[in-house]
């Protein structure tokens, strides 16, 4: 008897399986179809419930509109980005709150006593980039499972970024993402992937 397929372990269908990963690519082009608040709401009322340290959730995401706000954006984005940056329906500034301790006595209370833990902004900056790449991650998959289409981005200034979009310091700026429905040659051919047997062992 044939072991099945490796599609048939998994609790997702096939379709989502194929929306959230195999079908999914990194967009560079998009139509005009707007990204509406609304889409993104639901979006983050999805993703929201992916772990993070402390269930810190520092992740803080500043949408770009207007063609003022773009205009500010652009000069610190790589010449490659700008056009796709310039032109794509959203634009998210991805950032990390590094002030996210003041919320664990709300958001982690079984530890009461985390926030001061935290007292070292070194070290809460840290732990805030780490928790936040993570929701980075999911923000990938809940935009995919919208169906729509994401671009990160690292080709960019995130000194520059942060002191233009985030002057208090609070905030740090990590990625940059555009986002909307794929367009004509949104994307090149699959690039590869590593096997299995090449990321994972056992001991």
Do not use: C
Request: glycine fraction near 4%.
């Amino acid at each position: 008897m044939s072991a099945p397929a490796a599609t048939d372990l998994l609790a997702l269908d096939r379709a989502a399986q194929d929306l959230l990963f195999r079908a999914a690519r990194t967009a560079n082009t998009f139509t005009d179809e707007p990204v509406t608040d609304a889409q993104v709401a639901a979006i983050h009322d999805l993703i929201r419930y992916g772990p993070t340290a402390w269930n810190a959730q520092p992740l803080r995401v500043l949408l770009l509109r207007s063609a003022e706000a773009r205009a500010r954006l652009l000069p610190y984005v790589s010449r490659r980005n700008r056009p796709k940056t310039a032109n794509a329906p959203l634009v998210a500034v991805l950032a990390a709150d590094v002030d996210f301790h003041e919320r664990l006595p709300e958001l982690y209370p079984p530890q009461p006593q985390a926030r001061a833990w935290l007292t070292d902004r070194a070290v809460r900056a840290e732990q805030a980039r780490f928790s936040a790449t993570l929701q980075i991650g999911y923000l990938v998959v809940g935009v995919r499972a919208a169906g729509l289409a994401a671009g990160p981005m690292a080709g960019f200034d995130p000194a520059g970024v942060t002191r233009e979009f985030f002057p208090d310091g609070r905030h740090e700026a990590l990625l940059l993402m555009i986002i909307g429905h794929p367009g004509l040659d949104a994307w090149q051919e699959r690039l590869p992937r590593l096997s299995t047997a090449e990321v994972v062992q056992t001991l």
